[in-house]
């Protein structure tokens, strides 16, 4: 079983809409969750953290439910910008972010 | 504050030759980690160095080694390679296991 399991998408949204999207992992035992943004051929960038109370940064909204082991993302109000692929970090001891292998998020005008 | 820079930008090589990869971390890191990305795949982690030794290995054979020198910059060697080991080859910095930096990577092709 893989670590961290995303749905691959396409989400393919008009702009204005909302899209969101999860991922499960399979550590109980992890300690901090996060999605990064990867544009195509470019490098993971750090989008926001996902606390356990849930927490907002601008139209972006990160759940993380422990007992089912799931951590959402939802984008409100979407832009042309947003088109990426956003990637479920999971981390659970000192040295190693786990990826999943990404959702493909496509907005268009 | 200068990022993280990584070199080459990319690079061809012949199955069972071997490769070098550099990456400089950010001012005021001392930890780096390198991931091995495939096409359409999320980020692996390879290994991870700090204060110059290596401190966490993932799933991958001895053949993938790394350094990382006084200044907190590291080199990934692979030897031996095949064909499997293209891919984007991601180097990150962090202060400890916080605030991970990713370079822009090296686009290894093994032909």
């Known amino acids: 079983r893989k670590e961290v399991e995303q749905d691959p998408g396409p989400f393919n949204v008009p702009e204005g809409a909302t899209v969101a999207f999860n991922c499960t992992y399979s550590n109980s035992a992890s300690q901090s969750f996060f999605w990064y943004r990867q544009d195509c051929r470019k490098e993971p960038k750090l989008l926001m953290s996902?606390?356990?109370s849930g927490n907002e940064d601008g139209r972006f909204t990160a759940q993380l439910n422990r007992a089912s082991q799931y951590i959402s993302l939802l984008i409100r109000d979407s832009k042309l910008s947003d088109s990426a692929t956003y990637l479920c970090v999971v981390r659970f001891n000192d040295y190693k972010l786990s990826f999943g292998a990404g959702t493909t998020v496509t907005v268009r005008a | 504050e200068t990022g993280v820079t990584q070199s080459p930008t990319h690079l061809i090589k012949t199955r069972g030759q071997q490769v070098t990869l550099r990456c400089s971390s950010q001012?005021?890191?001392?930890?780096v980690s390198w991931y091995q990305q495939a096409l359409g795949q999320g980020p692996q982690f390879i290994f991870q160095y700090y204060r110059e030794e290596e401190n966490g290995r993932g799933n991958f054979p001895p053949r993938f080694s790394g350094l990382q020198f006084p200044n907190y910059s590291s080199e990934l060697n692979v030897n031996a390679l095949e064909l499997d080991d293209s891919a984007l080859y991601l180097c990150?910095?962090?202060?400890?296991?916080?605030?991970?930096?990713f370079g822009s990577g090296t686009r290894l092709t093994v032909v």
């Open positions: 990150a910095s962090s202060l400890g296991s916080s605030g991970y930096t």
């Open positions: 001012s005021g890191h001392n930890t």
């Open positions: 996902v606390y356990s």
